[in-house]
């Protein structure tokens, strides 16, 4: 088991993209956060239906987890940029978690714009120690280069 977790919700696969890759390469566990109720990812009206859910700071229902945050010494957390800032099943999961002293790392994927996704992560976190943040393009950068990013992100936190 790795001392480092990488915890993430993916609704089209740009967060899981990136968090898979990060686990294969370095070793780390991961989470992926599943709503019973999720948004359709090919549905026209996903972005509207996830606004609604930020807007209106919706919670979700998430899969159960058998996951123990405690055995992490650092726990990644990974979410798409909706209206600024992440993910209704991000929210649950960041309300509904069991913390202990993990540092925390986050990043964002995003297609237009970050808005304040990082402001927004601290003031839910408040009095965690956030070791790093990095957010992804995904418009402008390819797969590789994200990749790459990501990889060297990793390694400037850790030392690697």
Known sequence: MSDTLIVFYSLEGNCKGISE???????????????IHDLDPNSMSKHIKGRIQVLLNQQVVLEQSDIDLSKYKTVIIGSPVWMGTFASAIQTFLDLATWTDQQIALFATFDKDCGHIFEKFGDALEGFKIIGQEAFDIEKQNEDEIFTRAELWVRSMFDL
Do not use: G, R
């Open 21 to 35: 890759h990060l686990s294969k390469k370095f070793n780390f566990d991961t989470l992926a956060l599943k709503p």
